[in-house]
T-cell receptor, first 116, second 113 residues
Framework: AQSVSQHNHHVILSEAASLELGCNYS??????LFWYVQYPGQHLQLLLK??????LVKGIKGFEAEFIKSKFSFNLRKPSVQWSDTAEYFC??????????????FGKGTKLSVKP | GAVVSQHPSWVICKSGTSVKIECRSL??????MFWYRQFPKQSLMLMAT?????????EQGVEKDKFLINHASLTLSTLTVTSAHPEDSSFYIC?????????FGSGTRLTVV
């Protein structure tokens, strides 16, 4: 069955610490991978996405993610977090080519709390 | 960018009543809309996929007679929770497919008392 697993439910960091949020997926066939962020009281926003090409993807606000096909992983990273990064982060996958095929399957989300 | 406007953002209703949630695509035509439900501390779960002008496709375990989806135009999709019960209390989010991925509504927090 198709699924997305996010390893951490809640991560607490101090400002300037480095961040890595794990995401593994189970999906047959070509995948498109996404990381979304949901700030308190706001809607989901796209951080970055991978469709094809360079497996290291850079997104907004200094985030990046690396697609490792052999590990079925798409971990999110940021070298130095800020208090404003406090939010919930969702990894998601869809199938097909071009990034817009089918529906998204989401992980359970990781809540990130950054202490000032 | 592609924007989906979802209303209401929160609603409280009595058991047995119906609630309608609207999602409008503001600057693009949404031929496909996805409706998700999110329980606390859980993932977004796809409830149904609606295509403009045709019947929605429901995921296994989702009652189509309870969660009525209408996608009569390219800019509007609605989800009506009929005869709501407390267990229907949840966070409902719509999402539309765009040319480069997906865009989401801001969500509706439904509380049934």
């Amino acid at each position: 069955a198709q699924s997305v697993s996010q390893h951490n439910h809640h991560v607490i960091l101090s400002e300037a610490a480095s961040l890595e949020l794990g995401c593994n997926y189970s999906y047959g066939g070509t995948v498109n991978l996404f990381w979304y962020v949901q700030y308190p009281g706001q809607h989901l926003q796209l951080l970055l996405k991978y469709f094809s090409g360079d497996p290291l993807v850079k997104g907004i606000k200094g985030f990046e993610a690396e697609f490792i096909k052999s590990k079925f992983s798409f971990n999110l990273r940021k070298p130095s977090v800020q208090w404003s990064d406090t939010a919930e982060y969702f990894c998601a996958v869809s199938g097909g080519y071009g990034g817009s095929q089918g529906n998204l399957i989401f992980g359970k989300g990781t809540k990130l709390s950054v202490k000032p | 960018g592609a924007v989906v406007s979802q209303h209401p953002s929160w609603v409280i209703c009595k058991s047995g009543t119906s609630v309608k949630i609207e999602c409008r695509s503001l600057d693009f035509q949404a031929t496909t809309m996805f409706w998700y439900r999110q329980f606390p501390k859980q993932s977004l779960m796809l409830m149904a996929t609606s295509n403009e002008g045709s019947k929605a496709t429901y995921e296994q375990g989702v009652e189509k007679d309870k969660f009525l989806i209408n996608h009569a135009s390219l800019t509007l999709s609605t989800l009506t929770v009929t005869s709501a019960h407390p267990e229907d209390s949840s966070f409902y989010i719509c999402s539309a497919r765009t040319g480069s991925g997906y865009t989401f509504g801001s969500g509706t927090r439904l509380t049934v008392v």
